[in-house]
Structure formats: structure tokens, C-alpha cells
């Protein structure tokens, strides 16, 4: 019978490894070979277990989704994936089921497939991203922040991983404090932050040009939009652009190179080139947001490759503390490892679930 990758090689963009490992695990979404720590992490700890696993980053076009869920509920050697941008909420109605947090985020960053088959959708960014910010982590000295509750919080972004911060930060407000959503899109802000109150009483949306007012009082600035991550990210028609050079805190307006192109340095160049007056654009306007910035914000940025964005890096010059995405990856990724896509071959092999979520988290940890 064939394994998984040779029955989902046809339905990725990328060089599947000529090897079968007993078991497979990976990431799907636009590109995460470029970028996504995943892979890297579970691989780590799959040697740490001596176990015959492979952890594999799958880059899919849009029009491939479908198909290569089809092709993976064939695949008896796989345990799960992860899902990252653009497909966290077009995954969704893709699958044979949620889990009830899933179901109330909308949104799946983690698929679980069982023996039958079917494809069950997880949600752990919710978690990951309240441990992030106010927990006690192995590895990490003190909090990021010690409560949420009573704050006045201002999150960027309305997609898959937005639906989730939103939920978790509402879930620990518990209808304390203010929780304002500012998106591009502002019916998927409304809709979001609509769905949010519903559940937590909590949640409303403002437009972009509401940005600045909102950070004057804002205590903790959250980006949870994909500006200032690095790779190429996929446009319409098959083009493809760059968010590394822009700051979540203002308007980003990319053209984007013609599908034909093939994306290298000479693509970046001229790509870069083409944009520099929308850089320079979002820069000034950014730079203006954190000049009015409160003077006792925190700012969290979910995005982790580069580490540091241009969002965080005009916040820290401007004495604001400052976290990336790396403390909520690691959490959300042993969280679906321990509890979700290997909790069957944990049992199977007597390791207890929270002896193994802590060695887990400090393997990952030491290996990013």
C-alpha cells in the first residue's frame, strides 16, 4: 500500500522525501516550507522518543485543499497535521468533524485523523496564545503579562488565527476590560467580533482609521494578521508578494509578481523595488501609530519568522515590551502533539499525558 507520501505527494507543490517512516505527521498552508517551525519541532522530539516518525511541511495552492484531505483520509500512516494560513477557517467545513472549541472559534489549526478515516478539527492556537502571554512557561523567566482581565486590549486581525486569540483573550477577560478587532476586511472584524460577544460578552470591531484613537489606551496591542511574516505569500490568480517588509500597525497595499515568475532573489528585487513607495507608506503611518501608542502598552506579535517584525522592533526602540510568536508556536505545537495528533501513541506507550507535555515543550523549546 502506499504511504502517505506517496499518495499526497500529487497534491502539494513541493518534493515529498523518498522514505516511509511508520508514522507521518506534517503542516499544511501556503508555503510553510519556507517558514514554519513545525516541522522542526516535532522531528526533535520524535527523535527525543525514538520513535519512526517524520514531521513534513505540505505547501498547497488554494485549489488543492480538497483533494489532498480526500488523499489524506486514505493514509493509515498518518497520525495528524497542523494547519497554518491561509487555511485555518477553509479547512473547516472540509472536515468530517470539530471539537466543541473549534466549533466555537471557527477556525482549526490542528487535524486529527482517526482509524475510520475521518478528519477531526482541533484548535490549539487558543490555548498557546493565553499560556503566551500569562503563563508560566518551561524555559521562559517570568510572565509576559500577569492577568488580561480588566485591560484594554486591541488585536489586528480577523482570519483563522485572529478567531482564536479572540475567543482565549475574551475566555480569560471574562467580560472585563475592552477587546477591540481592527481588520482590513471590516465585515470580517464585525463578524468576528459579533461571534466573540455572543459567547463572552465581550468584542467589538473598529476600522483601521479607529487604529490610533484605540492605541492611545490600549494595554496590550496584539497582531494576529500575517504583516511583517516572512516568505512569499500567495495572491489572487496565482500571484505572489511580500508582508516582511510592512508593520501590522498600518495600511499595506503590495502589487504583486505575475504567477510565471520564479520567486528568487532577482524576484525579490524587483518586487521590493516596485513597492518601496507602499513601504515607505506604511512605515511613516506606523511610525505615527506608536508615537501615539500608550506608554504602558505591551505589544505581542504571533508572527515568529523573522522573530523580530517591524511592528515589534518600532515598539522596543520605543521602550514598549515586546513578544513574538515563539512562546505561543511551542504551546500550541505540544499541545497538539501531547494531546491531539499522538495521544495514541503516547497511551500505547504508558507515557502519562502531562509528563509528557512538559517534556515535549522543553525538547521544542531547546531545539528552536
Given at each position: 500500500?502506499?504511504?502517505?507520501f506517496?499518495?499526497?505527494?500529487?497534491h502539494?507543490?513541493?518534493?515529498?522525501?523518498e522514505i516511509a517512516?511508520?508514522?507521518?505527521?506534517?503542516?499544511?498552508?501556503d508555503?510553510?516550507?519556507q517558514?514554519a517551525?513545525?516541522p522542526v519541532?516535532?522531528?526533535?522530539?520524535?527523535?527525543?522518543f525514538?520513535?519512526?516518525?517524520?514531521?513534513?511541511?505540505?505547501?498547497?495552492?488554494?485549489r488543492?485543499l480538497?483533494?489532498?484531505?480526500?488523499?489524506?483520509?486514505?493514509?493509515?500512516?498518518?497520525?495528524?497535521?497542523?494547519?497554518?494560513?491561509?487555511f485555518?477557517?477553509?479547512?473547516?467545513?472540509l472536515l468530517?468533524?470539530?471539537?466543541p472549541l473549534?466549533r466555537?472559534v471557527?477556525?482549526?489549526?490542528?487535524?486529527v485523523r482517526?482509524s475510520?478515516g475521518?478528519?477531526?478539527g482541533?484548535n490549539?492556537?487558543?490555548?498557546g496564545?493565553?499560556?503566551?502571554?500569562?503563563g508560566?512557561?518551561?524555559?521562559?523567566?517570568?510572565?509576559?503579562?500577569d492577568?488580561v482581565?480588566g485591560r484594554?486590549?486591541v488585536?489586528?486581525?480577523a482570519?483563522g488565527?485572529?478567531?482564536?486569540?479572540?475567543?482565549?483573550?475574551?475566555?480569560e477577560?471574562?467580560?472585563?476590560g475592552s477587546l477591540?478587532i481592527?481588520n482590513?476586511?471590516?465585515l470580517k472584524?464585525?463578524?468576528l467580533?459579533?461571534a466573540?460577544?455572543r459567547?463572552?460578552g465581550?468584542?467589538?470591531?473598529?476600522?483601521?482609521?479607529?487604529?490610533?484613537?484605540l492605541?492611545?489606551?490600549?494595554?496590550l496591542?496584539?497582531n494576529?494578521?500575517?504583516?511583517?511574516?516572512?516568505?512569499?505569500?500567495?495572491?489572487?490568480?496565482?500571484?505572489?508578494?511580500?508582508?516582511e517588509?510592512y508593520?501590522?500597525l498600518a495600511?499595506?497595499s503590495?502589487?504583486?509578481l505575475?504567477?510565471s515568475v520564479?520567486?528568487?532573489?532577482?524576484?525579490?528585487r524587483?518586487?521590493f523595488v516596485?513597492?518601496?513607495d507602499?513601504?515607505?507608506?506604511?512605515?511613516?503611518?506606523?511610525?505615527?501609530?506608536?508615537?501615539v501608542?500608550?506608554d504602558?502598552?505591551s505589544c505581542?506579535d504571533l508572527v515568529?519568522?523573522?522573530l523580530?517584525?517591524?511592528?515589534?522592533?518600532d515598539?522596543r526602540?520605543a521602550g514598549?515590551?515586546?513578544?513574538?510568536?515563539k512562546?505561543?508556536?511551542?504551546?500550541?505545537?505540544?499541545d497538539a502533539?501531547?494531546?491531539k495528533?499522538c495521544?495514541?501513541?503516547?497511551?500505547?506507550?504508558?507515557?502519562e499525558s502531562?509528563?509528557?507535555y512538559r517534556t515535549v515543550f522543553?525538547?521544542?523549546?531547546?531545539v528552536w
Amino acid at each position: 500500500m502506499p504511504n502517505a507520501f506517496v499518495r499526497l505527494q500529487p497534491h502539494v507543490t513541493n518534493q515529498l522525501p523518498e522514505i516511509a517512516p511508520r508514522v507521518v505527521t506534517g503542516i499544511i498552508g501556503d508555503r510553510p516550507s519556507q517558514y514554519a517551525k513545525t516541522p522542526v519541532l516535532w522531528n526533535a522530539v520524535f527523535r527525543e522518543f525514538e520513535w519512526d516518525a517524520v514531521s513534513q511541511p505540505w505547501d498547497l495552492e488554494s485549489r488543492q485543499l480538497s483533494a489532498f484531505l480526500e488523499a489524506a483520509r486514505q493514509c493509515e500512516d498518518l497520525l495528524g497535521f497542523s494547519v497554518t494560513v491561509p487555511f485555518k477557517t477553509a479547512v473547516v467545513p472540509l472536515l468530517d468533524d470539530l471539537d466543541p472549541l473549534a466549533r466555537d472559534v471557527g477556525a482549526v489549526n490542528t487535524v486529527v485523523r482517526q482509524s475510520n478515516g475521518h478528519l477531526v478539527g482541533s484548535n490549539t492556537d487558543a490555548q498557546g496564545a493565553i499560556d503566551a502571554i500569562t503563563g508560566e512557561l518551561p524555559g521562559r523567566s517570568g510572565r509576559f503579562l500577569d492577568t488580561v482581565k480588566g485591560r484594554r486590549v486591541v488585536l489586528i486581525g480577523a482570519g483563522g488565527a485572529a478567531r482564536a486569540v479572540a475567543f482565549a483573550l475574551a475566555t480569560e477577560m471574562g467580560n472585563t476590560g475592552s477587546l477591540s478587532i481592527v481588520n482590513r476586511a471590516g465585515l470580517k472584524a464585525e463578524e468576528l467580533a459579533t461571534a466573540v460577544c455572543r459567547v463572552h460578552g465581550i468584542g467589538k470591531a473598529a476600522s483601521e482609521t479607529d487604529l490610533n484613537s484605540l492605541l492611545a489606551n490600549a494595554d496590550l496591542v496584539v497582531n494576529a494578521s500575517t504583516k511583517g511574516q516572512a516568505g512569499w505569500r500567495q495572491g489572487s490568480a496565482g500571484g505572489a508578494f511580500i508582508l516582511e517588509p510592512y508593520s501590522a500597525l498600518a495600511p499595506a497595499s503590495p502589487t504583486q509578481l505575475d504567477a510565471s515568475v520564479t520567486l528568487d532573489s532577482r524576484a525579490s528585487r524587483e518586487w521590493f523595488v516596485s513597492n518601496c513607495d507602499d513601504i515607505n507608506s506604511n512605515a511613516q503611518t506606523a511610525r505615527e501609530a506608536i508615537r501615539v501608542l500608550s506608554d504602558t502598552a505591551s505589544c505581542f506579535d504571533l508572527v515568529y519568522a523573522p522573530l523580530e517584525t517591524r511592528f515589534l522592533a518600532d515598539a522596543r526602540l520605543a521602550g514598549h515590551q515586546t513578544m513574538n510568536g515563539k512562546w505561543m508556536n511551542i504551546g500550541q505545537a505540544a499541545d497538539a502533539f501531547v494531546r491531539k495528533v499522538c495521544a495514541s501513541e503516547l497511551d500505547a506507550r504508558g507515557i502519562e499525558s502531562e509528563v509528557a507535555y512538559r517534556t515535549v515543550f522543553e525538547r521544542m523549546a531547546e531545539v528552536w
